[in-house]
């Protein structure tokens, strides 16, 4: 148990870093539904950085800040788990859309393009790339999504010693996630590099790149669907219980 700050350090750590609460609140919003409020996230995550004020080492060689935002955004996805957000019809959508595109890519050996899977699923274009935008608010990757690691969520202290299994199966799906990003189309490979590593949010991906924010929107979507597919294949039971 990492040994407890005193109250007026702790005070000012907060102080300090409201700001960053209001930061990691908003750059989740724009990932998730409207029917998300900001202020719940911001609620949340002000609690984590209390719980990161209150318990935060510096002779554990990491900055608060860095510290703190494992935890703020580890409160933040707690609770979004705990009310999950994404209707069970958004995620058959999106597990219907996956099945598509695998039918597509074994029948032609190429990536499926969004011509390719409207068509198969005999609906018009725009229709299709709403459904990309509706289903894009299902939990995507549980280690990517909300920007963070499971294994991060908490102090070291209070977690059990990974088994070596588990141990050799995380570090498999990570490299299995590098790759799925890897072999995305370069421009939906660009985007998800700005969104998640850069951290920019739509609008400001569009101005980088000169397109719409609902453009954007489309082909982050078009980007998670690829990784989920692919990630699905290799780890099924993962994105089975993310789903369900």
């Given at each position: 148990m990492y040994p407890i700050a005193e109250p007026m350090m702790a005070e000012n750590l907060?102080?300090?870093?409201?700001?960053?609460?209001?930061r990691i609140a908003y750059?989740?919003?724009?990932?998730?539904?409207?029917?998300?409020?900001?202020?719940?996230?911001?609620?949340?995550?002000?609690?984590?950085?209390?719980?990161?004020?209150?318990?935060?080492?510096?002779?554990?060689?990491?900055?608060?800040?860095?510290?703190?935002?494992i935890r703020i955004r580890g409160a933040m996805l707690d609770e979004l788990r705990?009310?999950?957000?994404?209707?069970?019809?958004?995620h058959k959508k999106h597990r219907d859309l996956m099945k598509v595109v695998s039918l597509i890519e074994t029948k032609t050996g190429r990536e499926a393009k969004p011509k390719d899977i409207a068509e198969e699923?005999?609906?018009?274009?725009?229709?299709?790339?709403?459904?990309?935008?509706?289903?894009?608010?299902?939990?995507?990757?549980?280690?990517?999504?909300?920007?963070?690691?499971?294994d991060n969520l908490h102090d070291n202290s209070n977690i059990s010693p990974i088994n070596p299994v588990e141990g050799v199966q995380k570090q498999q799906f990570r490299e299995q996630l590098v790759t799925a990003i890897n072999i995305l189309p370069k421009r939906e490979k660009?985007?998800?590099?700005?969104?998640?590593?850069?951290?920019?949010?739509?609008?400001?991906?569009?101005?980088?790149?000169d397109i719409s924010e609902s453009r954007v929107s489309?082909?982050?979507?078009?980007?998670?669907?690829?990784m989920r597919k692919f990630i699905s294949e290799k780890f099924p039971q993962i994105i089975e219980q993310d789903l369900d």
């Open positions: 907060i102080e300090e870093h409201s700001g960053l609460v209001n750059h989740l919003a724009a990932r998730l539904p409207a029917s998300v409020v900001v202020d719940d996230l911001i609620q949340v995550g002000m609690i984590g950085l209390l719980d990161a004020s209150q318990h935060y080492d510096a002779s554990q060689g990491a900055a608060f800040t860095t510290y703190a935002t705990r009310n999950d957000w994404a209707p069970k019809s958004v699923m005999g609906i018009p274009l725009d229709e299709y790339f709403e459904l990309i935008q509706e289903t894009n608010s299902c939990r995507i990757l549980s280690f990517i999504d909300l920007g963070t690691d499971d660009l985007i998800v590099s700005l969104y998640y590593d850069e951290e920019l949010n739509l609008r400001e991906i569009g101005e980088v790149l489309q082909l982050l979507g078009q980007g998670h669907l690829r």
